[in-house]
Structures are given as structure tokens and as C-alpha cells.
């Protein structure tokens, strides 16, 4: 029985993996009191007249939302809400054992954005923080960016930046072990979706200065009249020598290769094209950009994959769970790259320089030494920023 076979009959035994348990006994007529009526109307009469205490009179202080409207699940696409509750499901229980985060999976029916962002800033009262996932682009651009500009708890759509943060966690001790710099290396990344653009802009923030982004049909270039919104806006800040072709011309003398796309895009030849210790993280699942052989056999220094059956693999679980820890213990009003920076800078040094190799520039996912730094570089980083609400949990 392979993987797949065999999850599919545990979904069926689990019939769910989360669920809600109580954290008060409500056995005698007393705790029920105390618990629900009539005790209950206090907290309710202190949060009508201040809402603030909704984060220390109840769960809220805790709880985050995994919202998808189902059209970009994993490597599935567009496959419904109903269909994408598994996943969602999974997420939430990451956030559970990895940060101690209570988190339920909502999954909306509607691809409309003004529907979406609608029906999330209604619910929003209920929550600690919101985690957007599995959405589309460009749309998910458009209902992130509204969502962090009209409500006060943080936003973070995990698909974007979750995937910027752990490449960019990656890519620090990559270049430790190829001896490079920042601010020296050409980046190439492959996929111009909601991961793409916001690796891009995020390794532009930490100092890279040479980004070139790929789409389907090929570099992605300032002027270009068949770019979508989001892609002309990462056409002014992106490839700023003006390279025009494809992928191939894009990855000549290329220092690292992302790979957020499709998979078996990447060729040997194009592998040894790049410059000297190249570095190749391909994300696309279930099969990479190019193969693990092909790409060692073709020259690679460092190759990651999002896959767990290959060493280095780029997760966004080593990211999401410690970010909303941190940031719901200091009660942030947003996620801001200071934030994110300092979580790619966490997740780097659980891996200390005596401990580097090729084949471990991360941390494991289920490392919790990762999601504890993770929380508390974000904690501080929103105190030193100046969006937490209180200075600790």
C-alpha cells in the first residue's frame, strides 16, 4: 500500500483530525454556573463594554481561522471547499501540536473576492488572528491586502509568505556553504503565483538585488502589455537589466533557482548553465521541477525540495505555527516583514554553522526548537516594531 492508499484509509478510521474539547468541568450545578448561566452574563456585560477583553475573557486570544475558498489546494487546483477540507483540516493540526494554537478550518463557498473578504471580516470578531490559504492568485493578493488594512489582528496568507520565509530561511545557510553573499547572487524564480511574487519581494527585503521571476510564457519584464496587475507590479522592481526569453535564458549564469511551479521544467543542461555551486530549491509537488538525480548529477551544491522524502525540504510548517504563536502572545494588530524577517532568521539558526551540510540547511519540521524560536523572534520583532499590543503573553 503506497502513501496515498494508505491516508486515504486513515481519513476514513480518523473521520477527522481535529476536534473540540473543553477546557472547564461543567459536572455540578455550581461549575455549570460559573461556566454558563447564569454567571456567564458578567464576561459578556465587561466585553460589551470594552470588546478588547474578548482576548482574556475567552478563547479568542488563541484562535485563528484556516480559510480557503478551495482553488488552489496543494498541488491540486481548483478543486472546491469541501474537497480542500482535508488540507485545511492537517493545517490545523500543525498549528495544535506545533504552536499551541487552536485553529479551525473554514471553508467558503464562493470565489467572488468582495464575498470572501466580506464573510472574513464579519467573522473576524471571533478570532486572534486570521490564516488565509489555498486562494488563487491574483485574487488572494487583492483579499489579503484588504483584509490586513481593515482589520486589527493579523493576516498572513501562508501560500505567499509562509513559502517566502522558509526559502529565504533556506537560503541563508545555503549561502553560508557556497560562501556567497546577498547582496552578490543572482535569483531566478520559476512561478509568478501567490508563492512566486511574494518570494520575490521578500529576498528583495533581505538584500537580494538581482531577482528575475518567471512565469508560463517566460521572463517576466518591465512593459510587457500581458501582465496582470500583480505581475507589472513586480515587472518595476524585478529584472531590472531587462532580460527578455525564457526560463533557459533566465537561469544562464543564475547563482540560485526557486521553483515554485511545475514540475519537470528544469533540465540538466539548464542546471549547468547556472554559475558556480549552484543552489536549486524546487518546490512543486507532488514532483519537482527536476528530479533529485538529475539535478546532483547535473552539478547542484544544494538542492531542496518540498518533499520529506528528500533531505532539505522547504515547509511552510516550520513557519506558520511559531509566526501566529508569536504573534497572538503579544496580541499584534498586523504581520509586517519585520516580523517574517525575523522568523527566517529564527528558523536559520536552529541550524548552527558547526551542524551545516549539504544535506541540512533546515531544521526538521517537527523540530520544536524551530517553531519556539519562530514565536519568539516574531513576539519580539512585533514589540520592536511597534504593533503589539502588550509587551508579553
Request: glycine share 8%; hydrophobic share 45%; with cysteine.
Amino acid at each position: 500500500m503506497n502513501i496515498r492508499e494508505q491516508s486515504l484509509k486513515m481519513h476514513e478510521k480518523w473521520k477527522g483530525k481535529i476536534e473540540i474539547t473543553p477546557r472547564v468541568e461543567v459536572d455540578t450545578r455550581e461549575k455549570l454556573s460559573l461556566a454558563y448561566t447564569p454567571g456567564v452574563a458578567e464576561p459578556c456585560l465587561a466585553i460589551q463594554a470594552d470588546p478588547e477583553k474578548s482576548f482574556t475573557l475567552t478563547r479568542r486570544w488563541n484562535t485563528v481561522p484556516v480559510i480557503t475558498d478551495g482553488t488552489a489546494v496543494l498541488g491540486l487546483g481548483d478543486i472546491g471547499p469541501e474537497a480542500g477540507m482535508p488540507v485545511m483540516e492537517g493545517k490545523c493540526a500543525l498549528f495544535k501540536a506545533f504552536g499551541d494554537v487552536d485553529a479551525y478550518p473554514l471553508c467558503i463557498r464562493s470565489k467572488d473576492t468582495e464575498e470572501i473578504i466580506k464573510t472574513i471580516k464579519l467573522l473576524a470578531g471571533s478570532f486572534g488572528g486570521i490564516n488565509l490559504e489555498d486562494i488563487s492568485a491574483p485574487r488572494c493578493f487583492e483579499i489579503e491586502t484588504r483584509l490586513k488594512q481593515e482589520l486589527d489582528i493579523p493576516v498572513f496568507h501562508d501560500d505567499q509568505h509562509g513559502t517566502a520565509i522558509v526559502s529565504a530561511a533556506a537560503l541563508i545557510n545555503a549561502l553560508k556553504l557556497a560562501k556567497k553573499e546577498m547582496s552578490d547572487i543572482k535569483v531566478v524564480i520559476n512561478g509568478a503565483g501567490a508563492a512566486g511574487v511574494a518570494i520575490a519581494k521578500f529576498l528583495l527585503r533581505f538584500g537580494v538585488k538581482d531577482v528575475i521571476v518567471c512565469d508560463s510564457v517566460g521572463i517576466i519584464c518591465e512593459g510587457d502589455e500581458r501582465l496582470n496587475p500583480a505581475k507589472k507590479e513586480l515587472s518595476l522592481i524585478t529584472n531590472r537589466n531587462h532580460i527578455s526569453g525564457k526560463l533557459k535564458d533566465a537561469m544562464a549564469g543564475a547563482d540560485v533557482f526557486i521553483g515554485v511551479s511545475a514540475a519537470n521544467c528544469v533540465s540538466k543542461d539548464m542546471v549547468r548553465s547556472m554559475a558556480d555551486k549552484p543552489i536549486l530549491f524546487t518546490c512543486a509537488n507532488p514532483v519537482p521541477e527536476i528530479s533529485v538525480e538529475d539535478a546532483k548529477e547535473a552539478g547542484a551544491f544544494i538542492h531542496g525540495t518540498g518533499s520529506s522524502q528528500f533531505p532539505n525540504q522547504i515547509n511552510n510548517v516550520l513557519v506558520f505555527p511559531g509566526l501566529f504563536r508569536g504573534a497572538l502572545d503579544v496580541r499584534a494588530k498586523t504581520v509586517n516583514y519585520e516580523m517574517m524577517m525575523a522568523a527566517s532568521r529564527g528558523i536559520a539558526a536552529c541550524v548552527k554553522d558547526s551542524e551545516l551540510t549539504r544535506d541540512y540547511i533546515l531544521p526538521y519540521a517537527y523540530d520544536k526548537r524551530a517553531h519556539e524560536a519562530v514565536a519568539k523572534a516574531v513576539a519580539e520583532a512585533a514589540i520592536e516594531s511597534g504593533v503589539a499590543k502588550i509587551a508579553k503573553k
